[in-house]
């Protein structure tokens, strides 16, 4: 595996279900990002973890929830979530800081 | 409020023409700067940064930067359909501040 690498691909859930979301990065970046991509917005910044450690929470709910175990590794733990958090959550990565930022392919979440 | 503007499009240019993008951004303090290309239904792919003012060449794009006018923009050479995407340009203002993107049409 290459670059940056998400699962599943596409999710469906129920507003009562807990589900997670997986990134791992194979580039030996010491940054990863979480972002929600909904249309006709920008990107939105959900999460920043540098060398393991949030560094940034932009007011996310807390039915949001993230996890980083060790620098190639994060997840985004889901639960309770409302119909209008359908959209792409992609996961990026950098060397450090907001520097050239590399994507995954993105999860597609639709919440029924 | 850190913003990062782009003309939403559609930008529709004949193949083998030029294509411009331009992105305007708030914060003066800004230092690098970023074009992503998005296919529909893809993620951004990164495909040029710049940090300094001035033109910076790699193959049929140019990235263009005058920090005075707090402007950035993507010139592609000889357009071709499979350059028809949405392209987000992203300013580094202690973090990313990601555009709404401009849909660019390559017509045959």
């Known amino acids: 595996e290459t670059g940056v690498t998400q699962t599943p691909r596409h999710l469906v859930m129920g507003m009562t279900n807990k589900k997670s979301l997986k990134c791992e990065q194979h580039?030996?970046?010491?940054?990863m990002y979480w972002y929600k991509q909904s249309a006709k917005k920008p990107l939105e910044l959900m999460f920043v973890y540098s060398l393991e450690e949030r560094v940034e929470n932009n007011s996310v709910p807390s039915r949001f929830s993230p996890e980083c175990p060790n620098s190639s590794h994060l997840f985004l733990h889901l639960h309770t979530l409302q119909p209008e958090d359908s959209a792409l959550y992609l996961c990026?990565?950098?060397?450090?800081?907001?520097?050239?930022?590399?994507f995954g392919p993105g999860t597609r979440l639709t919440v029924t | 409020q850190k913003e990062v503007e782009q003309n939403s499009g559609p930008l529709s240019v004949p193949e083998g023409a030029i294509a411009s993008l331009n992105c305007t951004y708030s914060?003066?303090?800004?230092?690098?700067f970023f074009w992503y290309r998005q296919y529909s239904g893809k993620s951004p792919e990164l495909i040029m940064f710049?940090?300094?003012?001035g033109d910076k060449e790699d193959g049929r794009f140019t990235a263009q930067l005058n920090k005075a006018s707090q402007y950035v923009s993507l010139l592609i050479r000889d357009s071709q359909p499979s350059d028809s995407a949405t392209y987000l340009c992203a300013v580094n203002a202690d973090k990313l501040i990601f555009g709404t993107g401009t849909r660019l049409q390559v017509f045959p």
């Open positions: 914060d003066r303090g800004s230092q690098s």
């Open positions: 580039l030996g970046h010491n940054a």
């Open positions: 990026a990565s950098s060397l450090e800081g907001p520097s050239e930022q590399y």
């Open positions: 710049i940090y300094s003012n």
